[in-house]
């Protein structure tokens, strides 16, 4: 079975600061991994993807995420946060065959200080 | 990105009554999905569809009903509404082929 772990439920950054949000998965088969963010009262948008091509795939609003299989890892990061980040990001991951299904992680409120 | 519509957008419901959640989309994808939220948890899948006439449970157990009789249309329905059903519903789509889900700006359910 597939999971996905982030750690802290809760990130608080300076605006201009790194952000880093950390997501560890488990699958018996090669992923696809996703990070998706909901802003509040609306669904989720995706942010970005890795489906075994390029290790570190570029997403939108400046936000990446490197796939590292020895460490089962797929970190999200931003070199300088803003205002308009804060929000719920989730880390999903699928199996690389057959039906996509996702299986989320419980999320990371990502909270930006002025 | 495919263009998904869910109504009610909010709903608060009397417990025991029956509620229709709608959920259409406009690309034509094959693949449909309901989850469901509850508020600052993770999302669980509770109903996904391959195309028309398919319907399968997902790894929620949920009262929940889906049906699928045309493309663009997946409605979820509760037949007898509980306090505890007090959840947001997540509508979502993928194409045939492709690996991307897109979901759309969910319904939150409120059983009082």
């Known amino acids: 079975a597939q999971s996905v772990t982030q750690l802290g439920s809760h990130v608080s950054v300076s605006e201009g600061a790194l952000v880093l949000l950390r997501c560890n998965y488990s699958s018996s088969v090669p992923p696809y991994l996703f990070w998706y963010v909901q802003y509040p009262n609306q669904g989720l948008q995706l942010l970005l993807k890795y489906t075994s091509a390029a290790t570190l795939v570029k997403g939108i609003n400046g936000f990446e995420a490197e796939f590292k299989k020895s460490e089962t890892s797929f970190h999200l990061t931003k070199p300088s946060a803003h205002m308009s980040d804060a929000a719920e990001y989730f880390c999903?991951?699928?199996?690389?065959?057959?039906?996509?299904?996702?299986?989320f992680g419980t999320g990371t409120r990502l909270l930006v200080s002025p | 990105e495919a263009d998904i519509y869910q109504t009610p957008r909010y709903l608060v419901i009397g417990t025991g009554k029956k509620i229709t959640l709608e959920c259409s989309q406009t690309?034509?994808?094959?693949?449909m999905y309901w989850y469901q939220q509850d508020p600052g948890m993770e999302l669980h899948l509770i109903h996904y569809?391959?195309?028309?006439?398919?319907?399968e449970k997902g790894d929620l157990s949920s009262e929940s009903t889906v049906s699928r009789i045309r493309t663009e249309h997946f409605p979820l329905t509760l037949e007898s509404a509980r306090p505890s059903h007090t959840s947001q519903y997540l509508c979502?789509?993928?194409?045939?082929?492709?690996?991307?889900?897109?979901f759309g700006e969910g319904s939150w359910l409120t059983v009082v």
């Open positions: 979502a789509t993928g194409q045939p082929s492709g690996n991307t889900i897109y």
């Open positions: 999903a991951v699928s199996e690389n065959t057959g039906f996509q299904k996702l299986v």
């Open positions: 690309m034509g994808h094959d693949k």
């Open positions: 569809s391959y195309g028309v006439n398919s319907t």
